[in-house]
């Protein structure tokens, strides 16, 4: 999601901390569709003492500079340049040219009045050859100064040590998340960004979007390596029932790991906290049968939970165990000492909310059927996810087909990850707006009129969430 025009890649985002219990209150009406609701104004005064807003990017999407000062491809260095895979041919061999204007960016950050800045570390520009390579001192260096800048204007760094970028070595060599080899590869990254970073890092998320990632890379085919099979996609390799399974199984475990290593090597001397970010989509009902309440239930557990429960609890999610059987790896008994409750935050990205349809005893794979093929699948939770119902949007279009305006799914999402995991310190580490392609108002563009509205709206309902 775009912020302005100077630092086009950002992505607004909230940084928030929801543990504490301050009451604070402000009136707002029962929440409609769009963005055009009577919210009274929300004022940065109204949120509590440690509650952060700030700005987001990620390594791929603005640094460029891909084989400067020792960087190494990495696995979106050679999948953007693969006829077909991206639109228009686009690549991010320059993207904002970060690495070159990284002080630029950091005024512009500056100027927004923000507290802190999230971004991702290139694995590639830190650890080239992984880790039987060096450790390259030109990529701590660039790391360690955007570090430095952010501190001396009194910018918190939040920083992501893994948000879909892997060397392209360790695809080859072993062919990245599907094999477990990649833990260990992962674990020796973290350190040396814990050993590197850490005196001056509070804030750490492992993993940004292991669900997505594991969706879009090994389900649906659209991010590197590709891979998929029908009817999710007609790509070379893959399989779509099983391998996004694999994929999230080596992130937790990866995650897990490295969560250890630093509570018992870093986080006595350095007093930081370590967590994960999920892609966190919000569903409602198709219809009033309890069947789509149901489906509703079996959607998040594939969405949200898949992710939160093993780091929470110890395992998958109880709706997930149902019904993929053997398909669903198992943790050892070792490994769920290991990975249960090996977070200290939870990390939301939170961009959609969705109907959720039933496809146990209802067909979702006719052709007048308006579900995305794959619906009808263990894999999607035997769950149709839609924008739209009757012909009607769930909520104002955005410029992405299932991001439309729907603010009270903040609050709803905020309540079920709050209850669900006995209010564990949240953080909404990601939220915004992008404008549809065919605004016609240039009054929209320059003064940003609906991405206003959109943000006091999501906050309004965050805040009512919050009281």
């Given amino acids: 999601m775009k912020v302005t025009t100077m630092l086009s890649s950002s992505s607004l985002l909230l940084f928030i901390l929801l543990s504490s219990a301050n009451p604070y209150a402000r009136a707002l009406q029962e929440g409609g569709n769009g963005i055009e609701e009577e919210l009274e104004d929300v004022k940065r005064s109204d949120f509590p003492t440690g509650f952060l807003f700030g700005v987001a990017t990620s390594s791929y999407q603005i640094e460029g500079a891909i084989l400067e000062d020792g960087k190494s491809l990495s696995n979106w260095d050679v999948f953007v340049h693969k006829n077909g895979n991206v639109n228009n041919g686009d690549t991010g061999d320059i993207a904002t040219d970060h690495y070159h204007r990284y002080l630029e960016d950091i005024e512009t950050i500056h100027s927004l009045g923000v507290d802190a800045y999230r971004f991702s570390i290139s694995w590639s520009r830190i650890l080239p050859n992984g ?7 030109a990529g701590i260096m660039f790391y360690s100064s955007i570090i430095d800048n952010l501190l001396l204007r009194g910018i918190q760094p939040f920083v992501t040590i893994h948000h879909w970028d892997i060397p392209q070595v360790l695809s080859d060599e072993y062919g990245g998340w599907l094999n477990p080899l990649i833990q260990d590869d992962f674990v020796h990254f973290a350190e040396t960004c814990f050993k590197n970073f850490g005196d001056r890092v509070r804030y750490w998320v492992t993993i940004n979007e292991p669900n997505l990632a594991a969706d879009f890379a090994y389900e649906r085919g659209k991010h590197p390596p590709g891979h998929c099979s029908p009817p999710f996609g007609n790509c070379s390799a893959g399989n779509s029932d099983t391998e996004p399974l694999i994929a999230m199984h080596n992130m937790l475990l990866a995650h897990a790991k490295a969560s250890k290593l630093y509570r018992e090597q870093f986080q006595p001397k350095q007093g930081g906290v370590i967590g ?14 309890e069947h789509d309440k149901e489906a509703v239930k079996r959607a998040l557990a594939n ?17 997930m165990r149902r019904y993929h059987r053997n398909e669903l790896p198992k943790f050892t008994p070792e490994e769920r000492l290991l990975i249960r409750d090996s977070i200290d935050f939870l990390g939301l990205n939170h961009y959609a909310t969705l109907y959720a349809k ?28 839609i924008a739209e119902r009757g012909g009607v949007l769930i909520g104002e279009p955005t410029g992405l ?39 016609e108002q240039v009054d929209d563009f320059q003064l940003d009129v609906k991405r206003i509205a959109f943000h006091k709206a999501y906050l309004a309902f965050l805040a009512r969430a919050m009281r």
């Fill in 276 to 289: 994960i970010v999920v892609h966190a989509i919000m569903y409602e009902p198709f219809t009033d049968d």
């Fill in 358 to 385: 039933d496809c146990i005893r209802s067909s979702c794979a006719s052709s007048d059927s308006a579900c995305a093929p794959g619906g009808d699948r263990a894999i999607c939770g035997f769950v149709c996810t």
């Fill in 401 to 439: 087909p299932t991001f439309s305006v729907v603010p009270r799914g903040m609050e709803e999402i905020v309540d079920y990850v709050k209850n669900r995991y006995h209010n564990k310190p949240m953080f909404i580490t990601e939220n915004g707006y992008s404008t549809p392609p065919q605004q």
């Fill in 303 to 319: 969405n949200v939970a898949w992710a939160f429960d093993p780091l929470v609890f110890g395992d998958y999610p109880p709706e």
């Fill in 131 to 137: 880790k039987l390579g060096g450790v390259n001192a």
